[in-house]
């Protein structure tokens, strides 16, 4: 099955790159992501394989009681519709140019959350919430990363402007059925923006926290434990 995404592994949190200044004159390279779901993995379980609806994934998300003191709810934001190119990777291209921008995976059962922590616009956690078959949320990903990995290198223009994008491979928390786990660097401008993302796909469900990596580091655990409780 071919499910069209908006890739979490270019940007889960399009704010990381749209938020950086135009024109980067260098392209960067693209390390294969950390994923348990390669090519050729294990037949996914299917135990708990009915999706959740929308209204209880958002029902699921985290809030400020679970984030601490320090974090406040950012608005959502207006949709955009810059013209978006990728440049050096053909698969990515294939799969459409909000791949490379980072809004959203495309499954019809989803719910999304943001914060800034201490009113820093660079200190920023993210969470989004899929729900699904394990198998139809297992391929999705690894149709995203597949494309990624074949990548060395490349970058993408956003409404005429250029951002190179690095990844490298982290250490993945032993969670759940499948996991990745990535820093991301985007570069524009002379600019830099670090932002780490992990996913961990647990039976019908798939979390994804994104944003600084201190801070991804210091929520996943507890994102993972809200969404898959009662089951």
């Given amino acids: 099955m071919r499910v069209r995404v908006a890739t979490t592994a270019v940007g889960i949190t399009a704010v990381a790159l749209l938020a950086l200044p135009a024109r980067s004159p260098h392209s960067a390279a693209l390390p294969a992501p950390s994923s348990s779901a390669a090519s050729g993995s294990p037949a996914v379980n299917e135990v708990n394989s009915t999706p959740l609806s929308s209204t209880a994934l958002t029902a699921r998300l985290l809030d400020e009681s ?10 959502e934001r207006p949709a955009r519709h810059d013209d978006v190119t990728v440049l050096g990777c053909p698969a990515l291209s294939d799969l459409g140019g909000e791949a ?108 994804v926290v994104s944003g600084s990596p201190a801070l991804v580091d210091r929520h996943f655990d507890k994102a993972l434990t809200k969404a898959t409780a009662g089951r």
């Fill in 66 to 75: 679970d984030l601490g003191s320090g974090y406040t709810r950012k608005a």
């Fill in 100 to 207: 490379a921008t980072g809004g959203s995976l495309d499954f019809p059962r989803q719910a999304k959350t943001s914060f800034t922590y201490a009113g820093h616009s660079d200190s920023e956690v993210s969470e989004e919430l899929y729900s699904d078959t394990p198998a139809k949320l297992s391929d999705g990903m690894v149709e995203v990363f597949d494309a990624m990995a074949g990548c060395p290198e490349y970058q993408i223009l956003v409404g005429g402007s250029a951002v190179d994008i690095a990844t490298q491979k982290a250490a993945s928390p032993h969670l759940g059925e499948e996991q990745w786990s990535q820093l991301l660097t985007f570069s524009a401008g002379g600019h830099d923006r670090v932002v780490k993302q992990t996913a961990i796909r647990d039976g019908n469900v798939l979390v």
